[in-house]
């Protein structure tokens, strides 16, 4: 008779191997990492010679579910949306609200004209327009050589 020693501390017991990996790749699995990284919008900013550009992608919303916001120099782009469903009168085996929030922040530059911004949402697309103030904006002309 063989007898095999039991380690709880070991990862992968020699009775059961692979049986740990299991369990780490379904909990580990992209289902939950993905519900966790999903809540925030992807962005990108760029910039032209007369104005900051900020695209938030947010398909999904409508603009009344956005709250845009500046304080001090902190350009804030927030929502909060709930969806919940009244089914009276019906047994659950699972029910999930839906719940989603994200908040975003953004350090304007002190070029930034605070007092201009303009935003528009379409297609999915959360656009802000931030001019540049009329000291920062970028000045060209031809210098003649002597």
């Not at 369990?23 to 990284?37: A, C």
């Not at 925030?40 to 956005?66: C, M, Q, R, T, W």
């Not at 949402?121 to 002309?141: C, F």
């Amino acid at each position: 008779m063989t007898l095999v020693k039991f380690n709880p501390e070991k990862k992968n017991s020699s009775l059961l191997p692979g049986f740990n990996d299991i369990f780490e790749s379904v909990l580990g699995d992209t289902f939950f990492s993905d519900r966790r990284l999903s809540s925030v919008p992807a962005v990108n900013i760029s910039e032209s010679g007369e104005e900051y550009h900020i695209e938030l992608a947010a398909p999904g919303l409508k603009k009344e579910d956005f709250r845009v916001s500046v304080e001090r120099d902190i350009l804030t782009i927030s929502t909060e949306q709930r969806t919940e469903s009244n089914n009276e009168g019906k047994t659950y085996n699972r029910r999930e609200y839906s719940y989603s929030a994200f908040t975003r922040s953004f350090t304007l530059p002190e070029s930034a004209d605070v007092d201009r911004i303009q935003a528009s949402y379409t297609d999915g697309i959360l656009k802000l327009n931030i001019p540049k103030k009329e000291e920062a904006k970028a000045v060209s002309r031809q210098i003649e050589i002597q």
